[in-house]
Structure formats: C-alpha cells, structure tokens
Antibody, heavy 119, light 110 residues
Framework: EVQLVESGGGLVEPGGSLRLSCEAS????????MTWVRQAPGKGQEWVGR??????????EYAAPVKGRFTIGRDDSKNTVYLQMNSLQTDDTAVYYC??????????WGQGTLVTVSS | QSALTQPPSASGSPGQSVTISCTGT?????????VAWYQHHPGKAPKLLIY???VRPSGVPDRFSGSRSGNTASLTVSGLQAEDEADYFC???????????FGTGTKVTV
C-alpha cells in the first residue's frame, strides 16, 4: 500500500520561507513522478509542480505562479520529496498535497499539510 | 488553464444514484483519455476512484463508474451508501505546460 505523509506546514510571514517534506512508503520516489498540488481555502486544487523519475531525467517543472520561488527536490536515501518555498505570498496560503503519478494520472495522495502566509 | 466545472452539490437517498458532471474544454477533458475522479473525506487523503475516463482501480466498488461525452466527463455513484457522503473532484491531463487541471469539486450528501 502506498502512503505519502507530508510535514512542515505552518504559519509564515509574507516574504518568508518554508520547506515541506513528503515521506513515501510503498513506492520508491526516484522511480516515480512526484507532484505537489495545493488547494487554497474555498477553491479547487491547483497543480504546483513535479519532479520526474530518475530514469526520465529527474528534472522538475513548475506552475507559472510559483516558478522561480519554489523548488522540488528528492532525497533517495530517505525516500522523501521536498518542496522548498521561498518569497511566500498570501496567495500561497493553501493545503499542500504530495502526490504520485502513474500513467499520466495522479494515483496517490497524501493527507496534506496546511501552509498559512500571514502577518 | 481554467478549472474544470462541477456542480457544487448533489444529493440522493440510500440506494439511489447520483451523477456528477465535470466540464472542461477541447484542450483537456475533450482531448485526452487521462480523466480521473477522486473521493475526498475532509482531513483524509483523496482516493482515486476512476482513471483513464472509465477504469476503476483494484478495490474500488463497481458502484462507481465514469464516462465522457465531448468535453464533459461524468461520475455516477449507484446504490448510494452513507459512506459515499464526501467531496468528489475530477482531474484531467491538460498538456505539458500545466499537466493537470482539477474540477471545482462537488459535495455529495446522502
């Protein structure tokens, strides 16, 4: 059974930084396309970015609103994916979900971690 | 890419059926066979119900079925049960720039 467990959310002031972690079990993160999705209060889900599997190049891609501010990385020894968020804005307030893709679909989701950007 | 449009709510009595629509465009729902449906109980991880428009993953009851007509995908829940009360949302592949777009979500009340 695949489990994705996010951590690292919390309250941060505008302009601040936060790093989210996603520890995986039941799958190997370097063999998977790992994606971050967020859901702002009262809104639908939004794709944030993803990191491809090692065999597919291991590169990361980002949505336009976060490009240049967010970075997705991976620690294969810990089977964990990270989302480093810098220059946070109030619009970044959301529940952030770690997900895993398969066959061009998101198959697995974590429970999410809440990030609140407020002064 | 805009969000996919879903009705905000749907309801039915136990044993009845409910169908939820998910309307996109020819650039997403109407163009790719990568449409998925998820069930989300608040505070828990969303669960995949349907992928590739009509395919149920192992373990998902056959009460859940997916279909598509043009730019609109649909999820039908037959034989409603109390535990089906949850939020449901759709997703579609939308191309390389923004790979995934999501529905606005539908709250199903049983």
């Amino acid at each position: 059974e695949v489990q994705l467990v996010e951590s690292g959310g919390g309250l941060v002031e505008p302009g601040g930084s936060l790093r989210l972690s996603c520890e995986a079990s039941g799958l190997t993160v370097n063999d998977a396309w790992m994606t971050w999705v967020r859901q702002a209060p009262g809104k639908g889900q939004e794709w944030v970015g993803r990191i491809k599997s090692k065999t597919d190049g291991g590169t990361a891609e980002y949505a336009a609103p976060v490009k240049g501010r967010f970075t997705i990385g991976r620690d294969d020894s810990k089977n964990t994916v990270y989302l480093q968020m810098n220059s946070l804005q109030t619009d970044d307030t959301a529940v952030y979900y770690c997900t895993a893709e398969r066959a061009t679909q998101i198959f697995y989701w974590g429970q999410g971690t809440l990030v609140t950007v407020s002064s | 890419q805009s969000a996919l449009t879903q009705p905000p709510s749907a309801s039915g009595s136990p044993g009845q059926s409910v169908t939820i629509s998910c309307t996109g465009t020819s650039g997403d729902v109407g163009n790719y066979n990568h449409v998925a449906w998820y069930q989300h109980h608040p505070g828990k991880a969303p669960k995949l119900l349907i992928y590739a428009v009509t395919v149920r993953p192992s373990g998902v009851p056959d009460r859940f079925s997916g279909s598509r007509s043009g730019n609109t995908a649909s999820l039908t829940v037959s034989g409603l049960q109390a535990e089906d009360e949850a939020d449901y949302f759709c997703s579609s592949y939308a191309g390389s720039n923004t790979p995934y777009v999501f529905g606005t979500g539908t709250k199903v009340t049983v």
